[in-house]
């Protein structure tokens, strides 16, 4: 018979995501426990008892008691699956730290430790062997040993580490380096890692599941976990792909002339996802607009950050030009006339200090000069 | 508008009337000595076309003569295109009234006249262009600024810049269009004044930026506190494991075992080493007796020795001390019962010198008896009751009583009796003393009694002699010698020689058997320094057990302590804080940079929109610079000016040098302030709105250089416009090219 498991790993539970709005904050913070729910879902579907974590399931090893309790409480919910938790980088086993007082606030049953580099059995027919991290940068490859452990003949043997393949490229935060033939080597029929937030195949044994709930604007493709089923010792696991996450991060770069871009650019985003109000959008602008058409695109920003949950709008790279027409606001107006002009060649000479303020100024006074209108009518 | 004539009476000092009523079209003088009311000509001038008629309290009592009356000012002008003439009466009476000169028709009376002169003359709100040409006396010194009460030098509404601001307008609305760079700059204003303090460039306090830079301030300290909380619990973390450590060191049942084990070991070792040095200890007190013991013996032995010599020494002493003892009693009883004591002796010696001497003395006496008994009759004559025997001379000392038995008695009396009889008294007493001495030393006469003395002195002599010998023999007495002898003899009788020397032969055995014991007992032992070596492991090896446990005992209340504290901390979380805290801030930076960016381009935004707004000022105040020029510098060569935005001077440029208006001496000031009215006259005159320059009493204060280039540039200006310069001093214009204004009188009709 087939062992089933969820193989996922970066719950990275209580991140803070503060340098969103509170509100905003919460909800993603919210979304990480959350996705427990999920899990436990997507387990019951594909048939699976056991969920194994590939370290990381914390933010940090000081979380206050109430979010690790809240957790806890989560996973104990979820009562018919098993949890088995690998201590990662974010939250290594030290003294003192975070499982052991998880373990003082009371484990529930459903949840296993695995704290120590020790064969675990995990079903009559699988052996997980654990590589938990102990400190956050441990500087070896802490899968070294499985090569040497025993397991009964005809066992599945699953191993679950956390840390960077050696010679795949990571976000450089992990100092423990994983031997990339680590399955071969130890005789394991799965290799589960964590550490990289994108879903990653790195053979047809070893995979990085990514983290469950995407948290920052991905170069990759994060919020899945990988539901895997083995037939037998040997056997080549069946890993499927699936969607966990309740957030999408989306990152766009486009290069705008006109108001027709800014036009085409509202299409496309609307198509982006049928549930553009769970959208977390980074919008990186480029290229140069009129004064007028740049507070069209402001006006677009204003309306679109509507329609999705956050959107970030970059233009630092977008250039503000005060065309004919925008002059033509001045009228009569010779000062008026005089200063846009005067800020309008600051601007675009981008080797002036005061470009940007000088781009900045002229929205400014495009903007004053409307409203001043508006109140004259 | 040009002046033709002026007419008034009973106005201030004119209680008659007076009238000019030949002003030029050019550069007028009335120049006349003090008194002559040059100023009350100026205000009549300027009550004709700025007072209005119905005017009342102060003002109309000014104008009324000392002695009363009611003032009446008229005066003929030219304003386009007519000639015109306003006439005035003021107090009672009022009226006004404006005739077309050209027609001879009345126009307008009261106040429709007063309307209609402002329109000609472009007054209106105040004296307007009237106000900037025409300059009182004293005014001249202050800045030509517009709008400026002459009288209180304060600011005042009068039209002035108004009516330069209507002469200019082209150039104003050319300049500053529909006003909306100006509107714009309010509000940009308006807009940075939310976030900076006006004036001081200092965030606003409490509005948005400020609140933004407070809220990164806490952001980074409570970020700061977060980060040592953090590292407070990491180093508490690490010295819980620390301790955890040394505690399960510490409380190793085994190591406590091996201690245990050896402070046990060290304690009976040094029991063991103890008893032995109790014994040595003994052995040794043991060996001091038995020496004791045998030195008594030896002393006993040396002292029977020695008693036996002394007791026949004693018995020597004693026989010879007897024998002398009874030498000695012997002589003594002789020497004793010898009497011719040395004192008597010599007692016997004197006696006898003095006995001598008074026999002497009494022979030595005159009276002498001398008695010669008849034979027969020896006897028969008694002197003083002597029988005479013989013949015998008698001295009669005293008296003499010589019987004559049977005869009677003769009694001579010597006349040296008394004397005669104490001598004789006297010398029977040394007689009685000598034989009594004699009879004391049992001799007979003095010869036996010397040789009885010298035999005593003899005697002494071998007396001292044995005696000296004795005390040698015997110094303490023959009871004593017999006493020490006895008690030899006792002793003697007591002592056992042999014994004795027997005991101290036991003695000295049990001393060398003694020292033996003692000498093993050591020898069996441990020595002193090793002793002290293992007291010192056993001392130690328990200070380390108490040690360990107070170690253990103070490491695990520590070890509860800082779990306690982790708790404390790990319950609220706070030392992992820190990411959270670092958004925080980010986010505060980022509203911070946000406010920053807005602050900078607002004041990029202001500074462009003053500084065009203030170019274009310029440019429209070039005409007003313009026109002050040419006459400028006639005054000042090369020399230029600065207006403020309100046609009022700034400064003076000499040599590229820019000199403040109020800096300048009174003479440059007063003639600075006449050229820029001659400036502000010139640009009237050539937009066609001319508007004659009055000066009253001007350049009071110049240097005749000075004042020959004033009159210069007034000749000049006088070909494009109407002056009238009203002064005292007759002499000083005389380069003026001007028309003398006489004064005539003037009935009023």
Known sequence: MAFRFIHTADWQIAKPFARFPAQLAGELAAARVSAIKRIAGIARGSGAAHVLVAGDVFDNDRLDALTLRRALEHMRAESDITFLLLPGNHDPAKAGGIWERLVRLGLPGNITVLDAARAHAVSAECTVLPAPLTSKSPGRDPTEWMADAQSAPGQIRVGLAHGSIQGFSSDGESTAPIAPDRAARAGLDYLALGDWHGTTRIDARTWYSGTPEPDRFPDNDPGNVLAVAIEGAGAPPSVTVVRSAQFTWIKREVMLADAADITALDARLSGLSPALASVLLRLRVSGSLTLADAAALRQWQESFEGRVRHLELDDASLSVRASAQDLAIAGEDGALRDAALALAEISNDVAHSDSAAATRALQMLYAFAAKVRQEAS | ?749
């Not at chain 2, 109407?722 to 028309?739: G, K, M, P, S």
């Open chain 2, 1 to 749: 508008m040009r002046l033709v004539a002026l007419r008034a009476a009973q106005f201030r000092r004119f209680s008659d009337g007076v009238a000019i009523d030949h002003i030029s079209p050019g550069v007028n003088l009335l120049a006349g000595p003090n008194e002559l009311g040059k100023s009350t000509l100026f205000e009549a001038l300027e009550a004709a076309f700025l007072v209005p008629h119905g005017t009342g309290g102060a003002r109309l009592e000014g104008f009324r003569p000392r002695g009363g009356g009611e003032p009446l000012v008229e005066v003929d002008f030219e304003a386009g295109g007519a000639r015109w003439r306003i006439r005035k009466q003021f107090g009672r009476g009022k009226t006004a009234i404006l005739t077309n000169l050209d027609t001879g028709r009345v126009e307008a009376r009261a106040g429709e006249a007063e309307a209609q002169l402002s329109r000609l003359t472009g007054t209106g709100e105040g004296p307007g262009r009237i106000g900037l040409a025409w300059v009182r006396q004293q005014r001249a010194l202050q800045a030509p600024d517009l709008d400026v009460d002459p009288v209180t030098g304060k600011a005042k509404t009068r039209g002035e810049a108004n009516a330069l601001t209507g002469l200019l307008a082209q150039e104003v609305v050319e300049a500053a269009g529909s006003g909306l760079a100006e509107d714009i700059l309010a509000h940009a204003r308006a807009e940075l004044g939310q976030y900076m303090t006006s004036g001081r460039d200092v965030p606003k306090r409490n509005g948005p930026y400020d609140t933004a830079l407070k809220a990164r301030e806490a952001a980074r300290s409570d970020l700061m506190r977060a980060r040592e909380v953090a590292a407070a619990s990491e180093a508490r973390l690490v010295q819980i494991a620390d301790l955890t450590a040394r505690l399960r060191d510490l409380e190793d049942p085994l190591s406590a075992a091996d201690l245990a084990r050896r402070i046990e070991h060290l304690s009976k070792v040094i029991a063991a080493a103890q008893a032995n040095r109790d014994h040595c200890a003994r052995a040794a007190s043991d060996l001091k007796s038995r020496r004791l013991e045998a030195q008594a013996a030896r002393d006993a032995l040396d002292k029977a020795k020695a008693a036996q010599g002394r007791e026949a020494e004693l018995k020597q002493a004693l026989s010879a001390a007897q024998a002398l003892g009874a030498e000695i009693a012997e002589l003594a009883k002789a020497f004793n019962a010898n009497g011719a004591t040395p004192q008597r002796a010599a007692q016997l010696e004197n006696a006898r010198a003095l006995f001598t001497r008074e026999q002497q003395a009494l022979e030595g006496m005159s009276t002498f008896v001398d008695i010669a008994p008849a034979e027969g009759a020896q006897g028969k004559i008694e002197a003083d009751g002597a029988p005479v025997m013989h013949a015998a001379r008698l001295p009669v000392r005293e008296r003499l009583t010589l019987q004559i038995a049977g005869i009677g008695s003769i009694r001579v009396i010597s006349s040296d009796a008394e004397q005669a009889a104490q001598i004789a008294r006297r010398r029977d007493e040394s007689h009685k003393i000598i034989a009594r001495l004699l009879e004391e030393m049992g001799v007979a006469d003095d010869a036996q009694a010397c040789a009885k003395a010298a035999q005593r002195v003899d005697t002494g002599v071998r007396l001292d002699a044995l005696r000296l010998r004795f005390v040698e023999v015997a110094p303490r007495g023959i009871a004593v010698l017999e006493t020490e002898l006895s008690d030899l003899a006792a002793v003697h009788a007591q002592c056992d020689e042999a014994r004795l020397a027997a005991a101290l032969e036991d003695g000295n055995a049990a001393v060398r058997a003694a020292q033996q014991a003692y000498e093993s007992m050591v020898s069996e032992g441990v020595n002193e320094d090793r002793f002290r070596v293992m007291t010192g492991e056993l001392d130690g090896a328990r200070r380390e057990f108490a040690r360990r446990q107070e170690e253990a005992r103070r490491t695990s209340e520590l070890l509860e302590r800082l779990r306690g504290e982790q708790a404390g901390v790990d319950e609220e979380g706070r030392a992992g804080e820190v990411e959270r805290l670092l958004g925080l801030l980010e986010q505060a930076e980022e509203a911070v940079r946000r406010y920053e960016t807005d602050i900078a381009a607002l004041k990029l935004l202001i500074a462009t929109l003053a500084r065009a707004i203030e170019d274009v000022r310029t440019r429209y105040l070039e005409p007003v610079t313009n026109a002050l020029l040419p006459y400028l510098k006639q005054v000042f060569p090369g020399a230029g000016v600065a207006f403020r935005d309100s046609f009022s001077l700034q400064a003076l440029t000499r040599a590229g040098e820019r000199e403040d208006f109020a800096s300048l001496s009174d003479g440059t000031r007063e003639q600075l302030a006449v050229l820029v009215r001659m400036g502000f006259a010139g640009l009237f005159a050539a937009r066609r709105a001319p508007v004659p320059l009055v000066l009253d009493d001007p350049l009071v204060y110049s240097d005749d250089e000075r004042l020959n280039a004033m009159c210069a540039a007034l000749n000049e200006a006088g070909r494009s416009y109407q002056i009238v310069v009203l002064t005292c001093r007759q002499t000083a214009f005389t380069a003026l090219d001007a028309h003398r204004l006489t004064l005539a009188p003037w009935t009023g009709s």
